[in-house]
């Protein structure tokens, strides 16, 4: 079965600085899709980034950016420029070519500094 | 753009009550999904629907549970008789299709046992 691991529980960052979200999955599959979601305090899930892993150039958006190594099984986000609506939980996420379930990780409240 | 929507936004039941929530997925999605997360926890997939029928379920997913799409537009997650452990938000998601890998999430349902 596949897992993803996400170990900072807990970042902080100064406002307009840069931060990076780790997370580390496991997999058998080769290709397969990885999301990062993020979760303000309301609960909403709302898709910031995704990363196909046929896909060799790392996915950006605006000033969401990952850093994904396969061989590692490594997809890291980084968010520049941090604003104060950047805080909050955000989940990294699997998704198998053919399965139909997202595989969440515990996920890493993010708290920003003004 | 199409949302998905889910009502309540707020449950509250007495333990031993059923308790029905309800999802209205975007139109042209085929595949539908409920998810649960325990206040503070990670995000767990429950069950996957497609073509009227489950496609996958978790170890969650017990006899406790039933999903159905009974008018062809809301999708229901049925719990026959809370227990205070599924006090959670649920949530409910959709696909377009298998190739589509992304998946739209409502705002939630949060669900209190008491």
């Known amino acids: 079965a596949q897992t993803v691991t996400q170990s900072q529980p807990e970042m902080s960052v100064q406002e307009a600085e840069t931060v990076t979200l780790s997370c580390t999955y496991d997999?058998?599959?080769?290709?397969?899709?990885l999301f990062w979601y993020k979760q303000p305090p309301s609960r909403q899930m709302i898709l910031v980034i995704r990363q196909e892993a046929y896909k060799q150039q790392n996915a950006t958006e605006n000033r969401f950016s990952v850093n994904f190594q396969k061989a590692a099984k490594s997809f890291s986000l980084k968010i520049s420029d941090s604003q104060l609506g950047d805080a909050a939980m955000y989940f990294c996420a699997y998704l198998g070519e053919y399965g139909n379930k997202l595989v969440f990780g515990a996920g890493t409240i993010l708290r920003v500094k003004s | 753009e199409p949302e998905v929507t889910q009502t309540p936004s707020h449950q509250v039941t007495q333990m031993g009550q059923e308790v029905i929530l309800r999802c209205v997925p975007i139109?042209?999605?085929?595949?539908f999904y409920w998810y649960r997360q325990i206040l503070g926890q990670k995000v767990e997939f429950l069950v996957s629907f497609y073509n009227n029928e489950i496609s996958e379920k978790s170890e969650i997913f017990d006899d406790q549970f039933s999903v159905e799409r009974p008018d062809g537009s809301n999708f229901t997650l049925k719990i026959r008789s809370t227990k205070l452990e599924d006090s959670a938000m649920y949530f409910c998601a959709a696909q377009r299709g298998r190739g589509e890998n992304e998946q739209f999430f409502g705002p939630g349902t949060r669900l209190t046992v008491l």
């Open positions: 997999t058998s599959e080769s290709d397969y899709y």
């Open positions: 139109s042209n999605h085929l595949y």
